[in-house]
């Protein structure tokens, strides 16, 4: 959608309650006009532009958070770490902090194999154990509380998804923009979009046939509110994915991992009854469909090496560095 294009329609724009980094996140109401009425619907303005200082912010981070994992044994300072990606201690500093919560020094034992292995140890009798060691409360439990997911039959999915219309926009969040997009009845993907041209492509391959309009809804808003630090007042979110039952087994399993917790690809495979199908479950992984709400990047390899990521390892590393910050505050 393009700002020019909205000519005979009423625009209002807001400050919404999102916040990403220290910059707002913009809301546009949009008024069309039925018969002697106004039907009021909302979608979100043109991320082309809105989330450059976004995408500017994280794509340092990520920078930095290389440098860091490259360097960790070294024990970096902050003006290393600040002179690699060009910026001033200072600048670095506030910007980091602002991103993590603690600062890139505390942030550094979040990025080694020994915190890995750490978070895996305490993990080691089941999922219920772990959680005890980040608490019990909802937000450490965010995914497993309020992310629901719903199959698709393979009815909706028949013939390319021609009879699915699908809402789709690409968003700021604290990790890069994503493409988010959802059916009436939910979240059908979220990606993170290094490349906007790819990732839709991505999507639309799934449904060849189906209808895309680049429009935000509320599912999008729901989704989009998991990104926040702040947990305080969850919001449940619903998710109708295409997958096999064995991938849609996989995916539930992954919502029982606790913020700031790690699981490995055998463990998940126990989980599920089916031990000998780490392999096959490591697959079902790698296609989850749903990045971050469906938190793939918390499983990785026994020996506590990160394993793949289809959105890249270094923005593995810093979700995972993200989220163990958060329970150091």
């Known amino acids: 959608m393009k700002l020019k294009d909205?000519?005979?329609?009423?625009?209002?724009?807001?400050?919404?309650?999102?916040?990403?980094?220290?910059?707002?996140?913009?809301?546009?109401?949009?008024?069309?006009?039925?018969?002697?009425?106004?039907?009021?619907?909302?979608?979100?303005?043109?991320f082309y532009n809105m989330?450059?200082?976004?995408?500017?912010?994280?794509?340092?981070?990520?920078?930095?958070?290389?440098?860091?994992?490259?360097?960790?044994?070294?024990?970096?300072?902050?003006?290393?770490?600040?002179a690699s990606i060009h910026l001033?201690?200072?600048?670095?500093?506030?910007?980091?902090?602002?991103?993590?919560?603690?600062?890139?020094?505390?942030?550094?034992?979040f990025l080694n194999i020994d915190y890995a292995k750490k978070l895996l140890n305490q993990s080691n009798m089941n999922i219920a154990d772990a959680?005890?060691?980040?608490?019990?409360?909802?937000?450490?439990?965010?995914?497993?509380?309020?992310?629901?997911?719903?199959?698709?039959?393979?009815?909706?999915?028949?013939?390319?998804g021609a009879d699915l219309t699908i809402n789709y926009q690409f968003a700021p969040t604290i990790?890069?923009?994503?493409?988010?997009?959802?059916?009436?009845?939910?979240?059908?993907?979220?990606?993170?979009?290094?490349?906007?041209?790819?990732?839709?492509?991505?999507?639309?391959?799934?449904?060849?046939?189906?209808?895309?309009?680049?429009?935000?809804?509320?599912?999008?808003?729901?989704?989009?509110s998991f990104f926040k630090r702040d947990k305080s007042n969850p919001t449940a979110i619903q998710l109708h994915i295409k997958g096999t039952p064995f991938q849609l087994n996989v995916w539930q399993m992954l919502l029982t991992i606790p913020e700031g917790c790690l699981s490995t690809y055998g463990k998940i495979a126990q989980q599920i009854d089916n031990p000998k199908a780490y392999r096959a479950v490591g697959t079902a992984i790698g296609q989850n469909p749903v990045s971050f709400l469906i938190p793939c990047h918390r499983v990785i390899q026994t020996s506590g090496a990160l394993g793949g990521y289809m959105w890249g390892l270094t923005r593995k590393v810093a979700i995972i560095g993200w989220e163990g910050a958060q329970f150091e505050l």
């Open 175 to 224: 990790f890069g923009t994503v493409l988010v997009a959802s059916t009436h009845r939910g979240i059908c993907g979220m990606h993170f979009a290094d490349n906007r041209e790819q990732v839709l492509e991505l999507v639309k391959e799934q449904f060849p046939k189906a209808t895309f309009l680049e429009q935000g809804d509320s599912f999008h808003q729901q989704a989009l």
């Open 51 to 82: 989330s450059t200082q976004d995408q500017q912010n994280y794509d340092k981070i990520a920078q930095a958070i290389v440098f860091i994992s490259q360097n960790y044994k070294q024990q970096p300072s902050l003006e290393e770490i600040a």
């Open 88 to 109: 001033s201690p200072f600048h670095f500093q506030r910007m980091f902090t602002d991103w993590a919560g603690v600062s890139p020094k505390q942030f550094v034992q």
């Open 131 to 160: 959680t005890s060691e980040v608490g019990l409360s909802s937000s450490g439990r965010l995914h497993e509380l309020f992310v629901r997911i719903e199959g698709m039959s393979p009815v909706e999915y028949k013939n390319g």
């Open 6 to 46: 909205i000519s005979v329609i009423q625009i209002i724009i807001i400050t919404s309650f999102f916040k990403f980094y220290n910059d707002k996140f913009f809301v546009i109401f949009r008024n069309f006009r039925v018969g002697n009425t106004y039907t009021l619907n909302y979608l979100y303005a043109d």
